[in-house]
């Protein structure tokens, strides 16, 4: 039984309207399905506004909404419409921006501590203050660290100050929200070597989002490619690294930096600019960047298909 079964998963929302507009659906998410195991990585990737985020919130039920369609199954159990509380504990998220998502007049003890408090994972104000501490020490704090307030902190750290306090439940899923587009490069490094060892040392699994498919294809087991609310391939990591099928997967590949100046890789430039999600294209929602499209792409949706074990992809060309 995998840890997480995604199933068809479509998380739609009503936007404007007014006196004489009739409301517009959002398909932020549109038939999404994949399963995460325990102890593994999927990773998730594509360009900003493509339901990464939005499918990342919408499996740990954190939007305001259900999810419009399909079901969520954690453990085998189906927490689609589930009352959230009990699942926190084993769920959890890390935000992308760790300047907004700490509580400036919070110190950093008491933020960790938040959610020990919530459910109540300690006998005494001793035993409180011992698991600060030694989580803390986990993602490379220290003790003077507890009493200061978040703005005395680097990205860097924020985002530390971050994973500790959702490592304080002793999680088994974590959603990793970009955590670290926003850091500088040479930190980036460090906090995805801290999220490998933390999986490692805890079995933990992570939906790890990201638009740098770089950072994505070094931690994950597997990876998705998402584009305009659809997932359009998914497969492990080093078969979409180096046998991606969809053109979307692959001028994303081609736009990885390669370190040896002497290799050269052939970038696949996409034209124009993503269509609003108000008004896709019909057909593939890729057709109108893609420069393999036909016009069978125009009439009809491309299904999400196994062309190799484990490698799935949605083309009409493939
Ligand atoms: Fe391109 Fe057509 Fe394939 Fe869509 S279905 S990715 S438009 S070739």
Redesign the pocket.
């Known amino acids: 039984m995998p840890l997480l079964e995604v199933r068809n998963l479509k998380q739609y929302f009503r936007v404007g309207g007014g006196f004489f507009a009739k409301k517009k659906v959002v398909k932020a998410v549109d038939n999404l399905s994949f399963v995460i195991e325990k102890g593994e990585t999927l990773g998730l990737v594509g360009e900003s506004g493509c339901g990464k985020s939005t499918t990342g919130r919408s499996v740990l039920r954190l939007l305001p909404k259900s999810p419009t369609e399909g079901e969520i199954y954690y453990n085998g159990a189906d927490i689609t419409r589930a009352e959230m509380l009990p699942y926190r504990r084993k769920m959890q998220i890390v935000f992308q921006d760790p300047y907004a998502s700490l509580d400036p007049r919070v110190t950093v003890g008491d933020t960790v501590g938040e959610a020990l408090d919530i459910h109540k994972l300690y006998e005494n104000r001793a035993e409180r203050q011992e698991k600060i501490m030694s989580l803390l020490h986990t993602v490379g704090l220290n003790s003077e660290h507890s009493n200061r307030y978040p703005h005395e902190f680097s990205g860097g750290q924020r985002q530390r100050i971050g994973i500790a306090r959702a490592l304080a439940v002793d999680p088994e899923f974590i959603v990793c929200d970009e955590p670290v587009s926003a850091l500088d490069v040479s930190i980036q490094a460090q906090i995805v070597n801290m999220f490998e060892d933390l999986q490692q040392e805890r079995q933990l699994a992570y939906l790890f989002i990201a638009h740098d498919l770089s950072v994505v294809k070094h931690i994950s087991n597997r990876i998705g490619v998402m584009y305009l609310g659809k997932l359009?391939e998914l497969a492990p990591s080093d078969e979409l690294t180096f046998h991606s099928l969809?053109?979307?997967t692959q001028s994303l590949i081609s736009a990885i930096p390669v370190p040896d100046p002497k290799v050269r890789v052939k970038r696949i430039a996409l034209e124009g600019d993503v269509p609003s999600p108000l008004d896709p294209p019909s057909?593939?929602n890729?057709?109108t960047r893609?420069p393999?499209?036909?016009a069978?792409?125009a009439e009809r949706e491309?299904e999400m298909r196994e062309i190799k074990t484990g490698h799935f992809v949605?083309?009409?060309?493939?």
């Open positions: 359009v969809h053109p979307y057909g593939c890729f057709r893609c393999r499209a036909e069978k792409c491309p949605s083309c009409h060309l493939i």
